[in-house]
């Protein structure tokens, strides 16, 4: 009797596990920039005052001091350390071919690929001398016009073209490695204002058209915008623009008109040449507040954190509320960071008039009269449309 043939069992193939695909985080319109000179953390909430998003200058500028970070390695650390909290928006300061310890695309990659689904901020006032422009220009001295009072907007030409460039290499590093971040662009001083004027930097609409220009012909998008506006400095001294430190007008009319080049709606002659590189496109104000000492006399009395409160801050959270989300005139604009948790860098620094945090009696761990006001302040519909919206 012939033996039956006995049929192996197949063997049972395992159905991969798909991986999940990471998602954008959401994040909420009220931001701080955070130097990190106090015990605040995100875990205690910044002592109450609970911003949606943070950032902390990529550990760089003023902030944190040059002097404390040596090199590319200890910056990623930093921003590594930021990374851990899903608030953490990290920007890289300044190309690192500017300077060596910034991080390079790669180890901007390296963190993208670890942490995704984050806003990336590319780079802080680069047109500064004091930050990031000053490590620009001692590079390349022979297009940079970091001068305080350059005159002409044709100097900036080809510092745009620049950051153009480097902006590039970044966002290609950064979305190859995760292509759910979002690179936004640039946190310059100067508003592209055509009505820019003055003793100031009056070249920000021939950096941003540069700029522009250079991701114009290298084919690269923006995913967003990252502006600074400050009350009557060089962010936003126009015509009509007169007082200083509590001019809440001011910045709203310099918002305006940057709002409606970015747009493509300015009429004027230095219209954006390239609107569809901007339109549509989320503005982060990521520093705003007044830029002065606390007790400095201002109008002829001591600037305190109450006057800023009602002075500057009320009126301007009382403006995004009313202008932005569907359907207003600024809608676009979603994310707004007050300049500082908490900061005293000394004489000539001395910013505290815009501290959230009452740095001056830290046992207390509380907030000051601008902080309990931001912290209040709600806006359901400021972070849509945009990015952020479901």
Known sequence: TATPTRTPTPTRTA??????????????????????????HPSDGFWGVNPDWWYNWGAQGPFVGAQAVGSAAQ?????????????????????????????????????????PGRIWLLFNEPDNAALCGGDINKRHQDFVPVAPHASSPGDWSDLGKYLGEQYVQYYDAIKAADPTARVFAFSPVQLPMPGLFGLFWPGGVELWSTFLQELNRQGRPLDGIAVHAYPSNASTYHQGCQSYYLDPTCVQEALTSAYQFFQGTDNTPSQNAYPTLTRGKPIWVTE????????????????????????FETPMLTWFQQNTGIGGSRQYINGVAWF????????????????????????????????VRWRDTSCPTCQCPGPDCP
């Open 288 to 311: 705003t507040g007044a830029l002065a000492a606390l007790n400095a006399s201002v109008q002829g009395q001591p600037l305190t954190w109450a006057r800023v409160r009602d002075g």
């Open 15 to 40: 159905t991969p596990t798909a991986t999940p695909t990471p998602t954008p985080i959401q994040y909420g319109w009220k931001g701080v920039g955070d130097p990190g000179l106090l015990d605040a």
């Open 75 to 115: 910056v990623i650390s930093i921003l590594e350390a930021g990374l851990q909290d899903l608030h953490y928006v990290p920007m890289i300061h300044c190309p690192s071919e500017a300077t060596s310890f910034y991080p390079d695309p790669q180890g901007a990659a390296l963190l993208a690929r670890k942490y």
């Open 340 to 371: 500082s948790t908490h900061y005293n860098g000394g004489p000539g620094w001395d910013f505290t008039a815009s501290n959230l945090l009452d740095h001056l009696n830290p046992a207390l761990r509380r907030p000051t009269e601008i902080g």
